[in-house]
């Protein structure tokens, strides 16, 4: 993430939003099913933690992230143990990890830099690793009501921007109707891709 005025939002608001309340959903246990017992799991975009929190509970051995410096200290607090400060395009990491987490994070990068990123993170997993990432759908960029900045993809550009970053083995794209911080009605985009 590399936009000033959403980074700004999440300065002004970390304490705040890490308080709303969040459930952990069926696409985490699902990915988590999916790999070894253990696996090394990169999460990019911790938010408040709770995912993270979740996957130090079942035993995986996670290292978290998230472009925003505060947001990264509250996830820190949430799970005692550090949270790296990294925005997308600077995962440099080669075969590293046996899944990435990326639930509602991706949505921030810039549209033109998605397929770059997309790129980094299938070079960053190990053979056969899986990658789990959520978007919300639209028609191209633009900004919500608290001015973050979203690149709101429909099903076909992101499956697009997937295949043009990497040869992945597997590639599944499913929809789904919820919601948001906003609490606005959101259809979210969820991809699974194995490298």
Same mark, same amino acid.
């Given at each position: 993430?590399?936009d000033?005025?959403?980074?700004?939002?999440?300065?002004?608001n970390?304490?705040?939003?890490?308080?709303?309340q969040?459930?952990?959903g069926?696409?985490?246990?699902? +990915?988590? /099913?999916?790999?070894p017992? =253990?696996?090394t799991?990169?999460?990019?975009?911790? #938010?408040?933690g %709770?995912?993270?929190?979740?996957?130090?509970?079942?035993?995986?051995?996670?290292?978290?992230?998230?472009?925003?410096?505060e947001?990264?200290?509250?996830?820190?607090?949430?799970?005692?143990?550090?949270?790296?400060?990294?925005?997308?395009d600077?995962?440099?990491?080669?075969?590293?990890?046996?899944?990435?987490?990326a639930?509602?994070?991706?949505?921030?990068?810039?549209?033109?830099?998605?397929?770059g990123?997309?790129?980094?993170? +299938?070079? /960053?997993?190990?053979?056969? =690793?899986?990658f789990?990432?959520?978007f919300?759908? #639209?028609?191209? %960029?633009?900004?919500?009501?608290?001015?973050?900045?979203?690149?709101?993809p429909n099903?076909?550009?992101?499956?697009?921007?997937?295949?043009?970053?990497?040869a992945?083995s597997?590639?599944e794209?499913?929809?789904?109707?919820?919601?948001?911080?906003?609490?606005?009605?959101t259809?979210?985009?969820?991809?699974?891709?194995?490298?």
């Open positions: 993430m590399a000033d005025d959403t980074l700004r939002f999440y300065a002004e970390a304490a705040t939003y890490v308080q709303r969040r459930r952990i069926t696409h985490l246990a699902h +990915f988590l /099913a999916a790999l017992a =253990g696996a799991i990169l999460e990019l975009g911790s #938010g408040g %709770e995912d993270a929190a979740h996957m130090l509970s079942q035993g995986f051995d996670i290292h978290p992230t998230d472009a925003s410096p947001l990264a200290a509250e996830a820190s607090r949430h799970i005692g143990r550090p949270v790296r400060v990294m925005r997308f600077q995962l440099d990491a080669d075969a590293q990890f046996d899944g990435v987490w639930s509602a994070s991706l949505l921030h990068a810039p549209d033109a830099e998605l397929a990123n997309l790129a980094q993170i +299938f070079r /960053a997993l190990k053979p056969g =690793g899986l789990v990432a959520s919300k759908a #639209g028609s191209g %960029e633009g900004r919500d009501q608290f001015g973050r900045y979203y690149n709101y099903a076909e550009t992101l499956l697009a921007r997937y295949r043009a970053a990497a992945w597997e590639l794209l499913t929809e789904e109707d919820g919601g948001g911080y906003d609490n606005l009605p259809r979210w985009l969820w991809v699974a891709a194995r490298r």
